[in-house]
């Protein structure tokens, strides 16, 4: 059902699949609006009226849906209900097993009248895919129309409307997408993208985050930064104050960006020459960095996720990696795990930022 292979169906409580298969008899949008479920999943060319294609470069599209539905998970649907495939992409799982997961009797459901552009992401809450997997979208969306429309986005972080605003939304055309509501409007906008880190998502990325940086000047003095993971849930360096007196004197100054607004934060890496941090979401705005800038990654032992060594090769840096010790009785998946800095490691540590 819903196209979901047997092994992610299985994945689902026995009851809700036997929801998702009793709402069939119900006609499309009353399997919507009473069970919270869809019709079906459609393609854009199986669409017929109800999606209409405004512009298409390549593998990448803007698409018009009179009377569309948005779900706040990351799924645009047809007037019929239907998920349209090419504009509800998923991250970890498409969005008909989320429907299904999830499913509720009675969803919340809001009218949103005139033209809405949606920003609605699985995992949109998370830094990198909205920088590098929601935020791209709005490179179909000619900025003089960015003023014209209203757009439907997770506000959950301060990134979330300072990113909006920078690239030319009103702010009170910014409609916050709850938890597990349905959107119902005159006319959706939605956009396929090419996600990831690719040099068009990148370029996106930087001119809108430097918009925001405007209201910071310059540093100084060269910034060398260290950035803690000591609030963090995985991870985190456990025997920090080693490695505060290791690099302190070499110039470098430990931040937790979270305590910061997010236009220091982004300052912070267009000004940085030189940064030192261990694998993590922070990394995401090392777009904003200048050629040159000299980077250090502490990476757990056993980690084989390069996500952000691959992204400063990308915009032309060239990342250092450490590996480092697990923390004894911490997580036993490396991506999850807190680290310990032993003697070799610090020594490392110190060889390399000199």
């Known amino acids: 059902m819903y196209g ?58 803007l698409y018009r849906v009179p009377r569309g539905w948005i779900w706040s998970r990351g799924a645009q649907l047809d007037e019929h209900a239907r998920i349209v495939g090419e504009i509800s992409p998923g991250v970890n799982r498409p969005p ?22 949606s920003m609605s992401g699985d995992d949109a809450d998370n830094l990198y895919h909205w920088t590098f997997d929601v935020m791209p979208r709005l490179r179909l969306l000619d900025p003089a129309r960015r003023r014209q429309v209203r757009v439907l986005a997770r506000l959950r972080h301060p990134f979330h409307r ?17 938890s597990r509501t349905l959107y119902r409007t005159e006319e959706l906008l939605a956009a396929s993208v090419v996600k990831g880190v690719t040099p068009a998502n990148l370029a996106c990325a930087r001119e809108i985050y430097l918009r925001v940086t405007q209201s910071v000047p310059p540093a100084k003095t060269p910034v060398r930064l260290y950035i803690s993971r000591a609030r963090a849930t995985s991870r985190k360096i456990l025997n920090e104050q080693e490695l505060l007196r290791v690099i302190e004197p070499l110039g470098f100054k430990s931040v937790l960006l979270e305590t910061l607004p997010l236009a220091e934060q982004l300052a912070l890496f267009r000004d940085a020459e ?20 000299h980077l250090l990654i502490l990476m757990p032992q056993g980690c084989a996720d390069f996500l952000y060594r691959d992204m400063a090769r990308t915009i032309g840096l060239d990342p250092q990696l450490l590996d480092v010790p697990l923390a004894p009785g911490s997580n036993p998946d490396p991506v999850k795990a807190d680290m310990i800095l032993d003697q070799s490691c610090l020594a490392a540590i110190q060889s390399h930022l000199r």
């Open 96 to 117: 008909a097993w989320w429907f299904v997961r999830r499913q509720k009797f009675l969803p919340q459901i809001v009218d949103c009248p005139g033209t809405v552009f």
């Open 274 to 293: 030189a940064i030192l941090s261990p694998t993590g979401a922070a990394l995401a705005h090392l777009h904003l960095c200048r050629p040159g800038t």
């Open 4 to 61: 979901l292979p047997p092994d992610q169906w299985r994945e689902i409580s026995f009851t809700k699949r036997l929801v998702a298969q009793l709402s069939r008899c119900l006609p499309e949008t009353a399997r919507l609006r009473f069970c919270g479920l869809p019709a079906g999943v459609v393609s854009v060319a199986d669409a017929g009226n109800a999606v209409e294609a405004l512009e298409i470069r390549g593998e990448e599209g």
């Open 162 to 178: 300072a990113s909006l605003e920078a690239a030319g939304f009103l702010p009170a055309s910014i409609i916050p997408a709850e």
